[in-house]
């Protein structure tokens, strides 16, 4: 997160970077990193089935795994499988901003 509590891309490489030397076997599997995808839906999905993802620092969870999640996806894509050219972060921009209109 930056100082405003918002994700941005230097947040999210930032992240990966402090992981990447101790995790690399992970982060150049396309296998390895889909678990890591899959625990993130599971995450969100979890908070949003128990009601807890509506209002409140879990809302913010729910979001913070779905941005991860799509992250990862777009990092498998572009640096692993090679299948697009680029991230598409306009729509990690619009996952950050979710369907509340005032932000």
Not at 68 to 74: G, H, P, Q, S
């Amino acid at each position: 997160f930056n100082a405003s509590g918002r994700h941005d891309d230097q947040d999210l490489r930032a992240a990966m970077d402090a992981t990447y030397e101790k995790f690399t076997e992970v982060w150049k599997d396309a296998a390895k990193l889909k678990w890591v995808i899959s625990c993130f839906v599971a995450n969100g999905t979890r908070y949003i089935l128990d009601g807890t993802g509506e209002g409140g620092e879990d809302e913010y969870a729910v979001k913070d795994y779905a941005i991860i999640a799509y992250y990862l996806e777009e990092y498998v894509n572009v640096t692993i499988k090679k299948t697009q050219d680029r991230m598409d972060w306009k729509k990690i921009c619009e996952l950050q901003v979710g369907n509340n209109p005032t932000e």
